[in-house]
């Protein structure tokens, strides 16, 4: 497994080509990890992954285009879903590296429709991390694209999250968000920062500001992103919180509008940018 280790005066990092990931970044001003560390032994065992050609699940693993039904691939991390698609579970090429930055590329094709050329750039700049995520449609026939990042910020009880949203959907059967409500309970409420529960939290928010951020006794860690959705994921008993922008809102494939997805002709590309600052 090809590792890559980014480093300037603020930050380190370590990059994998196994499914484009981090597997760590740390502050070497405060001597604190910013991002989970993971080994990279098995899919999502890491800091942060690319979500692409689309973010969480499908419901059914199909969805209607142009009145034609697509099937999305079977998934072997998932035996339901093309879970967060296929991106995050396979090999990248380094195409270009230096002591603070890296390019990789993917291409992928699949019966559904995706045929696809990804490009992944991670680049350190002073205290934070930029990321930028570029897919390319290479097919015929236009395809919807979509996806994010799926981050896993250290956390822990002294640890608070801060970002702004209008409303969220819960989540429901098999994973999959119930209807969208304006009513956040308490615990999944971080207009104010808090830390919440220490319990199972996986829902979407939408309206959010497009910055979220995690506080902790000497270090503070912010998310900046484009886009309109963002996923929390947090485990019980676990020093993580996943705070996962989206350029669309869980299956959204399936929704009226398909909000957030974009079609894609031959030659066309989708960009996502996002950085993490480190205070």
Not at 14 to 39: E, H, N, T
Request: with cysteine; net charge negative.
């Amino acid at each position: 497994m090809a590792i890559i280790v980014l480093e300037n005066a603020h930050l380190r990092m370590r990059v994998s080509a196994q499914g484009g990931a981090v597997l760590s970044l740390d502050s070497l001003d405060f001597q604190q990890p910013v991002l989970r560390a993971g080994k990279g032994k098995a899919p999502g065992d890491c800091g942060l992954f690319p979500m692409l050609p689309l973010a969480n699940r499908v419901a059914g693993n199909r969805f209607v285009l142009n009145g034609q039904t697509i099937t999305l691939p079977k998934s072997p991390a998932d035996e339901r879903f093309f879970l967060h698609g296929d991106g995050w579970l396979e090999r990248w090429s380094v195409v270009e590296q230096s002591q603070q930055h890296c390019v990789l590329q993917l291409r992928k094709r699949h019966a559904c429709g995706f045929d696809y050329q990804a490009e992944l750039r991670y680049a350190l700049q002073d205290s934070q991390l930029a990321i930028a995520l570029k897919i390319t449609h290479l097919g015929s026939r236009p395809m919807l694209y979509g996806g994010g990042l799926h981050p896993f910020f250290h956390c822990t009880p002294q640890s608070q999250i801060q970002f702004s949203a209008s409303g969220y959907w819960p989540e429901g059967e098999l994973h999959l968000p119930l209807d969208w409500t304006e009513t956040i309970p308490p615990e999944a409420d971080f207009n104010e920062a808090q830390y919440g529960k220490d319990e199972w939290l996986n829902a979407g928010y939408s309206g959010w500001s497009g910055s979220a951020t995690i506080r902790h006794s000497r270090m503070s860690v912010t998310l900046n992103a484009p886009t309109s959705y963002l996923m929390l994921f947090r485990m019980a008993g676990e020093p993580f919180v996943c705070l996962e922008p989206q350029s669309h809102p869980v299956n959204a494939h399936n929704l009226p509008g398909q909000p957030g997805l974009v079609l894609l002709a031959e030659n066309e590309s989708w960009s996502f940018s996002t950085s993490l600052v480190v205070n």
